[in-house]
């Protein structure tokens, strides 16, 4: 991938049945085993609308502020130059050596992102010790799991991004690898997918990549005083529970409503596991979204970023927190990648938990589901889950409406006609649609005139195949029309400059259907700021061996502080 950003100068997953199973030991005495342990109104007047937009204006001019003030300080010499010199100095930054695959640019030249975020449980520190627990019998330890697993796509246009958690208990095949750093390696195994960090971080994107084939160019891993720092640096972030909760492995205690957490709070609540949803890491990636929602929410506002002290302390923190693969290792691309993701408005930002299954050999683990090829694909081909109001794409119920009708691809033969005035664009269009199957007796011409709108043109009774060739190359269906003369013909017009799919369309033979990607798949978008974390109603904490609920645990435990306190 070519790189944008350098210009010159323990407790197991648990599918949801009737009864939750008994509760294993607590994370800080589980034993640790390859894959890891068992985380205004309606309208305003006039003069009030313009009230708005000036506010509006004002928020963004302060934000724009914010940012140039920043550079600033990194451009200027003396004490700006020192620290420009001391946050690259803080970045821990190892080589990724394509283990992850590499983006494909779209019909633009535009280059899609995809990150591996990675929160490490290890205690490789006595600060991560006394943080995580369970180093009272081993000490600070060397190795670690990635207990937080998340990709994080931002599209070729920046229009729009979707962030995907990989439940840590899922199985998989995890390729041979080789640490770079330590040594330590492996021939490959089936195991839990968390457990390819200790191998290295390039280990866990190689098995990552290999089981979704999304293609992953970067990775960013954090530790639990990362988590502490981060939260620290934005003064907190806001989150909600819809009902009393003590998780007492994680140790997180809030009474029902809303609060804000830092530090050693805020690691508690992307910790729990025990206080929300079923109890398994199913419903810690459901909380950890809302809580990563309300931190994206925080950047993004005007406060955030125009506050020197608070710029300067948020990427002192966030330097010394992250290990990043070498394409993220400078501060010059750690900026170009947060512009980039400043790009995108949290309405179309979509959180998702990865579909699974519960392993047929292991009720404790998981293994993917239905629909998780589907996502994969969605993720991989660049296509939004959202559409440009935000609201959940309505692509697919227009697929299933073609799907209904349609008509397999080997009995459907397309005439290609070249309006674009570039040389072989027909003919790039015709073998794409070969390569899918099409019929052989699809052939190529030059279009009687120049066309800026792509079309195809079908006869009497021929829109089943219509619909089929547009779905493979991901022409709207806007781009359809019904003609006198029998036949398919396409018209490539210079909205189509280059490529094989339509620029912005869902092509592929992969090409998912964006309901059936987010099907069981917890979607939400970054904007939902009301949307509070459900406590578990199970008996999933146990508090002097009496097993009980996380609100039953809070009322026990009335001489306990809350987390907040």
């Known amino acids: 991938m070519s790189d944008p950003w350098d210009g010159s100068g323990g407790q197991a997953t648990r599918s949801r049945t009737s009864r939750v199973p008994g509760q294993r030991a607590s994370d800080a005495d589980a034993t640790r085993l390859p894959g890891g342990r068992s985380g205004s109104r309606a309208a305003a007047r006039s003069h009030g609308g313009r009230r708005a937009r000036r506010a509006g204006r004002g928020r963004r001019a302060l934000r724009i502020a914010g940012i140039c003030l920043a550079l600033l300080v990194l451009g200027t010499a003396g004490v700006g130059w020192w620290f420009y010199e001391h946050l690259n100095g803080n970045i821990d930054s190892v080589p990724l050596d394509g283990k992850g695959g590499t983006e494909k640019a779209d019909a633009f030249g535009r280059t899609p992102i995809d990150i591996l975020v990675m929160g490490s449980d290890g205690r490789t520190s006595k600060a991560d010790c006394k943080l995580g627990g369970g180093c009272s019998r081993t000490g600070v330890q060397t190795g670690s799991n990635a207990d937080v697993q998340m990709v994080v796509h931002v599209s070729a246009d920046r229009s729009n991004a979707t962030v995907m958690s990989i439940p840590r208990d899922t199985m998989t095949h995890v390729p041979a690898c080789k640490d770079g750093e330590t040594g330590q390696s492996t021939a490959g195994y089936y195991g839990q997918i968390n457990s390819a960090l200790q191998y290295g971080p390039a280990c866990q994107v190689a098995t990552v990549h290999q089981l979704t084939g999304i293609p992953i160019s970067h990775f960013v891993k954090l530790d639990f005083s990362g988590v502490v ?48 949803g079923d109890g398994s890491d199913l419903g810690r990636t459901v909380s950890q979204h809302i809580f990563l929602s309300a931190m994206i929410r925080k950047f993004k506002s005007a406060g955030t970023l125009t506050d020197p002290s608070a710029v300067y302390n948020l990427a002192d923190a966030a330097t010394k927190a992250l290990t990043v693969d070498e394409g993220l290792g400078t501060v010059k691309k750690l900026i170009g990648l947060a512009s980039d993701l400043d790009k995108v408005p949290t309405k179309r930002m979509t959180f998702t938990t990865m579909q699974t299954a519960p392993d047929p050999a292991d009720s404790n683990r998981v293994v993917v589901g239905a629909g998780a090829k589907s996502l994969f694909a969605t993720i991989a081909d660049d296509k939004s889950l959202t559409t440009g109001s935000g609201k959940k794409s309505a692509a697919a119920s227009a697929t299933k409406k073609a799907t209904a009708s349609a008509v397999p ?93 339509f620029p912005g369309g869902s092509s592929s033979s992969a090409s998912a259907d964006s309901k059936a990607a987010v099907a069981d798949a917890h979607a939400s978008t970054a904007d939902e700021a009301k949307t509070c974390a459900k406590v578990s109603p199970y008996r999933t904490v146990s508090l002097n061996g009496v097993p009980m609920t996380p609100a039953q645990a809070y009322a026990a435990a009335r001489s306990k502080p809350d987390s907040d306190e």
């Open 229 to 276: 720092k981060m939260s620290d640096a934005v003064g907190g972030v806001s989150v909600c529970v819809n009902n009393n909760v003590y998780d007492t492995y994680s140790h997180l205690k809030l009474s029902k409503g809303g609060h804000t957490l830092k530090g050693v709070a805020a690691l508690e609540f992307v910790r729990s596991r025990h206080g929300f």
């Open 409 to 501: 691809a080997s009995e459907v033969a397309v005439t290609v006609e070249n309006g674009t005035g570039i040389t072989g664009r027909a003919s790039a269009v015709a073998t794409a649609l070969t390569a899918k199957g099409f019929s052989p007796r699809t052939a190529t011409a030059n279009a009687p005139s120049s066309a800026t709108t792509t079309t195809l043109t079908y006869g009497t009774g021929e829109k089943g195949a219509a619909q089929t060739a547009a779905k493979a190359l991901g022409l709207p269906a806007s781009h359809l029309k019904q003609g006198a003369a029998p036949g398919l013909v396409l018209v490539v017009g210079s909205d189509w400059p280059g490529g094989s799919g």
